[in-house]
């Protein structure tokens, strides 16, 4: 039987044990009020671990977390703050390397533990079914493997079709009333329109598109306004689709699968997104085990994935994790994408970055990651700056080098240029 409560009645010691295992939903979906409840009760319980795959809430800080150990698939969003060694960050955030796609099936095999789940749901409809709204990923896998479920019943929170939970698996419903994390649209600037205008020639009539959220995405959804019954197949989308749905130009009329329906996993944006989520049966919010499926996704045809990197070495090897001591992004589902895009005929798997950090001091071609792989340059397909697009699938090592570093900076190409010298004598 489900028990009822508000915020302020909440008590979590009545429903967890010492050294139980959390699972948030994670991104907009985060449970922000079963969060706060959490952080002012967890060390009254003791030896609480928690797991939440990205946060933009900035409600987790070193401090915040003191009283549970967190844990993450990278430093995604406001978690950026727990990794950051000169603000306290030092072993407050452990990362696992894994794959988006990977979450949900380690919770299910318990290997990443999940003894609690806490979730935000929409109201229920009249068959007592709650949408999970703003996220699908890997909450159903939560929630079935879970000993207790704890669900902030949102009313501000959109009834999306596709992922529910029925009222009867929730163990503990909390009613509130709030505006959901919303994360608004990022600053695009002169770089990021330049990007924009490589990648965006790789969407043609009929591409069936996935993208991520930021100033680069956005900047290339703009650029996509004469395109016709473009399609939708993405991990994440923020507010650029509604413009693209409202002017007719995103349709899904031409894919082979889901025609008509936009597929998504999470919705990352503000009000007007969620507002036109609601009820939509254009859309549908889906799990990880169908957005990232290579079997689904091999079905669809001119397929653009589109991701980013923090750099990218002279024979297309990506890092989007890790600088030095610094981790600031994650694995996340760009593998899962690069080879999907990369594979679909007719389509594209693009890497989008820009080709200097730090003011320009800092070359993002290298010739050494200063981090881990993310994406092996065995499945990198083309990269793009503002200076152009390196077409690598298929290349030798020796073209790739020449390639990449026609789109690096100037200033960095002669020094870039040097250190190829040996990789083009050679061959590899």
Request: glycine share 12%; aromatic share 4%.
């Amino acid at each position: 039987m489900t028990i009822t409560t508000d915020a302020a009645s909440l008590d979590l010691a009545q429903y967890l044990r010492a050294g139980d295992r959390i699972v948030f939903g994670q991104a907009c979906g985060e449970p922000t009020t079963l969060v706060e409840a959490l952080i002012a009760q967890g060390a009254g319980i003791g030896g609480l671990s928690a797991f939440i795959a990205t946060s933009f809430s900035g409600l987790f800080t070193p401090e915040t977390a003191e009283s549970f150990s967190l844990s993450s698939m990278g430093a995604i969003g406001a978690l950026r703050s727990m990794t950051k060694l000169d603000a306290g960050g030092a072993g407050k955030l452990s990362v696992i390397p894994v794959h988006v796609s990977q979450v949900g099936p380690l919770i299910t095999a318990g290997i990443i533990g999940c003894d609690v789940a806490m979730v935000q749901v929409s109201p229920a409809d009249a068959d007592g079914n709650h949408s999970f709204g703003l996220i699908g990923d890997h909450t159903r896998a939560t929630v079935d493997k879970a000993r207790v479920v704890i669900a902030e019943v949102n009313d501000q929170v959109p009834y999306v079709p596709g992922e529910m939970i029925k009222g009867s698996e929730i163990d503990v419903a909390v009613q509130v009333s709030r505006t959901p994390v919303e994360v608004g649209a990022a600053k695009i600037g002169e770089t990021d329109e330049a990007i924009a205008k490589f990648a965006a020639a790789y969407i043609g009539d009929g591409a069936c598109i996935q993208t991520g959220v930021g100033a680069v995405p956005d900047a290339i959804l703009r650029l996509l306004g004469d395109r016709k019954d473009l399609g939708v197949h993405s991990g994440m989308l923020g507010d650029g689709l509604v413009e693209l749905v409202e002017a007719g130009v995103i349709t899904n009329a031409r894919k082979a699968i889901d025609t008509g329906v936009s597929i998504n996993g999470a919705f990352i944006g503000t009000k007007r997104l969620y507002d036109w989520a609601n009820g939509n049966k254009a859309v549908r919010l889906c799990s990880t085990a169908y957005t990232h499926d290579a079997a689904t996704l091999g079905r669809l045809e001119k397929l653009v994935t589109i991701n980013s990197a923090l750099e990218v070495d002279l024979t297309g090897q990506a890092n989007a994790e890790q600088s030095g001591s610094a981790y600031l992004g994650g694995t996340g589902g760009q593998v899962d994408f690069v080879r999907a895009g990369a594979r679909s005929p007719g389509g594209a798997s693009i890497i989008a970055l820009s080709a200097t950090a730090k003011g320009g001091t800092l070359s993002k071609i290298v010739v050494n990651l200063a981090g881990p792989v993310t994406t092996a340059r065995s499945d990198v397909d083309v990269i793009v700056t503002e200076f152009g697009a390196a077409e690598l699938k298929g290349q030798t090592l020796a073209e790739r080098t020449r390639r990449l570093i026609a789109i690096a900076h100037p200033d960095f190409r002669e020094e870039l240029d040097r250190a190829a010298h040996v990789i083009q004598q050679r061959g590899f």
